[in-house]
């Protein structure tokens, strides 16, 4: 037996081991992580002195704390065995009050939270009426309308708002509100008939040659485009109104109709119902929309896109249907906020909204309609509920961060669709796709 | 036509811009060669090479003013910074948007947007650490606008043109060995070709993948930095932009192909650059996109076509 291994060289190879040890790289990322959370919520930094934020966040005592988090994460992780049996438990009593699981009582369920979505409001301050308005009730119907496209096709489409900005331009122009006239001027309401086709149509247009390619293609291509549709309405200013906006506001909504008149005013509430209706009305076809044929190509689609090619379905038609559908949903709740607000800007529709409808779908689950509303009005109700934590211009960092969190632990979102968190798993066993990524076979090029 | 006057003079700068592209794209179609996938992420890497030269040239020139040989000194010490920032920047990037992703077989679909949460994350902290106003690079070497360093055909050639054209050439040709005649470019093709294959026959993929990150890191900070030196200055934004138009010219070259890269780099910012007489500056960001849908319209494998195995 020779011992070849001087003292030195063992305590390398102990060092080795030690870092090659499972929970010892879980503490170091454990750290890590309460590291960066400390740099992310400390003290910014700024052009004069660009070390100010680090100094200030990593080598104050506030770190510390976070440190410790850090560990106390890393033993729930480490110690996950020992917690077990009583995680399960929680979650078995958890699961028990997840109504909209169990058919019998979906329906009351829904019903509670329909009538609950039209008490609470009354209860609310001004402000959180309009918080509630403009940033939950549009941004579910936004959600609802992309989750078509994420969820239910497996599409990703990173300038959803461009179609949004087109619903809303669409509006002003048809109410007369754009320096180029209409023909005739109408009521919003009718004009959300031509908002809705106009987005339609762009979405066809910029789909048709996309979606015969890798689906990533579509993503890039509609990050392009809601960069473009920027553009157009900034330089384009004897049509949009350039940079200011339109000169004259677009009008509040307005019924005058067999003897009844009424006009939406700048009250947050009579909007919130108006936009209650056309949330429940639009969940509604969509839940229809999914159960239909149509759904059933989509799941096919995403499942195993060659499979359902040979089957017969026409991929690149229900694919173009998901995006084109989505596209509407966007331009009608375009209407709804141009009458809200009145004065639109095209700072009101930069990428980095694309980018938080995208967030807010896959937070509450991709192909989700309870997710996708529940992550808008969770997702929207955070930043205001924590303003005097969060600055405002901080807040890409978090949602960046939550999006690459999710897509690694939890990429079925925190209110999932049974099917979806069922094909994400067979994706990682290595059966399905679970997007509409591939290129479609019967596409022209290859 | 409004291209008659001054061709050369809109010629040369777009030729700059291009070899920027070039950078650029090369990072998107190493990644996609490797991944078959769209690193949206990249455009934060070639911001961060950016802020990385900005300290690093700031910093040692201070109140300098250099001039002859030191200058040169900088601009490598710069680009070097950059393209360091870059490679560790896309390396993490990797390892905590990708690996755990890939790790799981996670769908396409996850990946793309664990990106553009990474590019989020990443612009958003470089806005809040280092302020969200532009800054400049100071420059390395004397600028002297009316007084070119020579002249093409009536077309001024600035330093600064000369700079990039150099430093680009320098890399192009760089990768071009590294990617042709290394270890490391033959794990880089293997794995293109097919990574099941090449895992089978010894490849350590992972290895390989973080490597090509790490090669595309370097190409793409050492271009934010040679954009940063430019009259944009760096800023935490600057990435999208740019980073759209270069991929936009990794699909007009043919994106996994590498000189199809280069070329579509060139190609792009000459004719971006030639479009902007006709259609004034605020519609050339609008060119690139138009050239975008027009590629994928008429020929998806852009003009040297996919060629993802044999890479080069």
Known sequence: ???????????????????????????????????????????????????????????????????????????????????????????????????????????????????????????????????????????????????????????LDLGYIAFYAIGAYSSAYWTGSLPIKPPHHFNPFVSIIFAVLAAMVAGVILGAPTLRLRGDYLAIVTLGFGEIIT????????????????????????????GIHYKWRLENLPYYYLLLVFVVVILVMFRCLENSRVGRAWTAIREDEVAAEASGVNTYKYKLMAFAIGASTSGFAGVLFASKIQAITPLSFLLQQSILVLVLVIFGGMGSLPGAVLGAAVIQWLPNGLRTYIKKEDLFLYLGA????????????????????????????????????????????? | MCLTHHFWGFFIPGLANGFLYALIALGYTLVYGVLQLINFAHSEVFMSGGFGGLFVVNWLIGDKHPSGLSSVWYVVIGIVAGAVIGAIVAFILERVAYRPLRRRHAPKLAFLISAIGMSYFLLSLAGKEFGRDSRTIKAPFTTTPTKPLFTFYGAPITVYDAVIAIAAIAMLIMLDRIVNATRLGQGIRAVAQDADTASLMGVDINRVIAQTFIVG????????????????????????????????????????????????????????????????????????FYILVLVLLVRPTGILGERLGRSA
Request: net charge positive.
């Open chain 2, 217 to 288: 890191g370097l190409l793409g900070g050492a271009a934010g930095f040679l954009f940063g030196l430019g009259t944009a200055g760096v800023s935490y934004t600057m990435g999208f932009t740019p980073g759209l138009k270069a991929f936009t010219a990794a699909v007009l070259g043919g994106i996994g192909n590498i000189r199809g890269a280069m070329l579509g780099g060139l190609l792009l910012g000459v004719i971006e650059n030639l479009s902007l007489p006709c259609f004034g500056a605020n519609w050339v960001d609008v060119v690139s």
């Open chain 1, 231 to 258: 553009i157009y309405a900034n330089n384009l200013t004897s049509v949009t109104g350039g940079a200011q906006g339109p000169p004259k506001p677009v009008p509040h909504f307005s019924i005058d109709l067999f």
């Open chain 1, 1 to 155: 037996m020779t011992t070849t291994a001087t003292p030195e060289k063992s305590r390398v190879t102990q060092a080795r081991a030690f870092v090659a040890d499972d929970r010892v790289r879980k503490l170091g990322g454990c750290l890590l992580a309460a590291l960066v959370v400390a740099l992310m919520t400390g003290p910014s930094g700024s052009l004069t002195s660009p070390t100010h934020g680090f100094r200030a966040s990593l080598l104050s005592g506030r770190v510390v704390v976070f440190l410790v988090l850090g560990v106390a994460l890393w033993g729930a992780i480490v110690g996950r065995d020992a917690i077990a049996p009583e995680v399960a438990r929680a979650s078995a009593v958890l699961r028990r009050f997840n109504v909209l699981r169990d058919s019998r009582s979906r329906y009351p369920a829904y019903a509670a939270l329909l009538a609950l979505a039209i008490v609470v409001p009354h209860l609310l301050s001004n402000f959180w009426q309009e918080v509630v308005v403009d940033q939950i009730g549009v941004y579910v119907l936004l959600a609802v309308g992309l989750n078509v496209v994420v969820g239910f096709a497996g599409l």
């Open chain 1, 402 to 446: 939550l999006l690459v969190v999710m897509m690694i632990y939890r990429p079925q979102g925190v209110f999932p669709s049974r099917r979806r968190s069922r094909e994400l798993a067979m994706a990682e066993a290595g059966m399905t796709t679970a997007d509409a990524m591939s290129a479609p076979t019967a596409g022209e090029i290859q």
